[in-house]
Every structure is written in C-alpha cells, then in structure tokens.
C-alpha cells in the first residue's frame, strides 16, 4: 500500500475544517500511514473460512429473570421527599415562563 501523502491529508484536514500547520501534515500523515498499515494487516489476517464474531469467546445471558416484584406505593416513594403536593414530588420553580395548560 502507497504511504498517504502530504497532500492527501491537507485534503482530509480540510474536509474536517481542520487547520494544520506544515509540520503537522508532516506528523500526520507518518501517523496515518502507520495506521492504515495495521489496518491492512488485520484485513490479510482474516479469512473467508473464518466466521465473523462479535466476541473473542463465546457468552450466556447473565441477566436475571424478569421477575414481578410489588413496587413502591405514593406514601413510600415520597416519604424521603422535602416537598410532596398531590402524590407528586414538589420542587422549586427554575424558569420564570408561564406554562399555558
């Protein structure tokens, strides 16, 4: 594979509105090429035999099952709250809009 050239990464900077200094495109673009080599080493790795996988080894379900279970009534889920109004948490205003129902 050709090593990528100063010019290509201008053009990639540019396209990202990146502003690069000269010496950065020097920098990126050894950068660039170094990846763009391991990223041809891992595609000359893998084959056609070979079945993609989304893990290296092989996994179960570590959920539980769903289980009902009661919850909390009103009284409970408000009884640790500062301010309660109509079975529901009261808490400060923070915009001053008027909200039309």
Do not use: G, Y
């Given at each position: 594979?050709?090593?990528?050239?100063?010019?290509?990464v201008a053009h990639l900077a540019r396209l990202s509105?990146?502003?690069?200094?000269?010496?950065?495109l020097d920098t990126f673009a050894g950068q660039l090429d170094t990846i763009?080599?391991?990223?041809a080493q891992v595609g000359e790795v893998a084959a056609a035999d070979i079945p993609p996988?989304?893990?290296?080894?092989?996994?179960?379900?570590?959920?539980?099952e769903d289980v009902v279970v009661p919850g909390l009534t009103p009284a409970e889920a408000l009884s640790g709250a500062p301010d309660a109004e109509e079975q529901r948490f009261r808490v400060p205003r923070i915009l001053d809009e008027d909200v039309a129902s």
């Open positions: 594979m050709a090593a990528i050239s100063r010019e290509e509105r990146l502003a690069v200094t000269e010496e950065e763009l080599q391991a990223v996988t989304s893990h290296s080894v092989p996994l179960t379900n570590v959920l539980r």
